[in-house]
């Protein structure tokens, strides 16, 4: 990956799209917010495919992030909180707790903060009528 400078922050381009990076949400993601939301979108694309494996029909997911940062350590993040809220039919609280598990040990984002970031997930589902 290469970043180049601008005025009001960092910017670098994929084969999708560019990304702007910045401190001030005038101009980019903030770092933290892309912190969060790597660590977010990991977990979830894994534990979708953990589900979808299981045979689990879920037609809405919906995942919140509290996060917690300390602003004596230069606002280091030291909390993540996932709430996840799936919705689906067929559903199974015991697959889905184990599912959540597994994708926690197999996410590659979790895992390389783990040590030093506290991340909590927690999970609701509503079961849909057939």
Same mark, same amino acid.
């Given at each position: 990956?290469?970043?180049?400078? *601008?005025?009001?922050?960092?910017?670098?381009?994929?084969?999708? +799209?560019?990304? %702007?990076?910045? +401190? %001030?949400?005038?101009? +980019?993601?903030?770092?933290?917010?892309?912190?969060?939301?790597?660590?977010? +979108?990991?977990?979830?694309?894994?534990?979708?495919?953990?589900?979808? *494996?299981?045979?689990?029909?879920?037609? $809405?997911?919906?995942?919140?992030? $509290?996060?917690?940062? @300390?602003?004596?350590?230069? %606002?280091?993040?030291?909390?993540?909180?996932?709430?996840?809220?799936?919705?689906?039919? @067929?559903?199974?609280?015991? *697959?889905? *707790?184990?599912?959540?598990?597994?994708?926690?040990? @197999?996410?590659?984002?979790?895992?390389?903060?783990? $040590?030093?970031?506290?991340?909590?997930?927690?999970?609701?589902?509503?079961?849909?009528?057939?």
């Amino acid at each position: 990956m290469d970043f180049y400078m *601008k005025e009001q922050g960092v910017r670098t381009s994929f084969d999708y +799209g560019q990304l %702007n990076i910045s +401190g %001030n949400e005038d101009y +980019g993601f903030r770092p933290y917010q892309l912190m969060v939301s790597s660590i977010a +979108g990991c977990s979830a694309s894994v534990f979708r495919k953990i589900v979808e *494996k299981q045979r689990m029909e879920l037609e $809405d997911w919906k995942i919140t992030a $509290d996060v917690e940062r @300390n602003p004596e350590e230069a %606002n280091r993040i030291e909390r993540i909180q996932l709430h996840y809220i799936v919705k689906g039919k @067929n559903l199974s609280e015991e *697959k889905l *707790k184990k599912s959540l598990e597994t994708a926690r040990k @197999n996410c590659s984002m979790i895992r390389s903060v783990e $040590d030093s970031i506290t991340i909590e997930e927690s999970l609701e589902y509503i079961e849909l009528s057939v």
